[in-house]
């Protein structure tokens, strides 16, 4: 009886686990070719091997749920080191980071020439990017998942367009409420 127990449990553990909706992360030139067959809106997590709020942004934000599902269907997702060595097709252009220093993998290196095509100075930074791939809005530092869900669906539901002032975006902010 006991044996049939514990085998219960593990199944019901193991089909929670199973189940457990985790964001789909891309390359920048896997969402990039996706958009093309596909249009979808991209969001880009903007993080370096160092920084402790972006850790911070996987284990506590990245790791909700009912956030990974609606980014998911909503954005092709990209997790970009902005300190790393990949290459992107961007826009006719090719970034990379000439000044990566393999040997400063784990610590702090030069920026990509994407991060600062971007104007990304904090990380971690969140860049929201139109169907099109035109640059939309960047959103800096650590956020709770009710906190990016805010942003999430001001660009994903393209409520920014309706938005023309900071008193609107403010009235927006007041009135959301979050389903996270």
Known sequence: MHKLNYILILFLISVFVINAQEINWLTMNEALAKQKEVPKKIMVDMYTTWCGPCKMLDRNTFSNTKLAEYVNANYYAVKFNAEGDEAVDFNGQTFSNPNYDPAKARRRNSQHQMAQYFGTRSYPTIL???????????????????????????????????????????????????SF
């Not at 530092?141 to 900071?166: H, M, V, W």
């Open 128 to 178: 929201f990017l139109g169907e099109n791939a035109e640059f939309l809005a960047p959103i800096p530092g650590y956020r709770t998942a009710p906190q990016l869900e805010l942003y999430l669906k001001l660009f994903g539901e393209d409520l920014y367009k309706t938005i023309n002032s900071q008193d609107a975006f403010n009235a927006y902010a007041k009135s959301f409420k979050s």
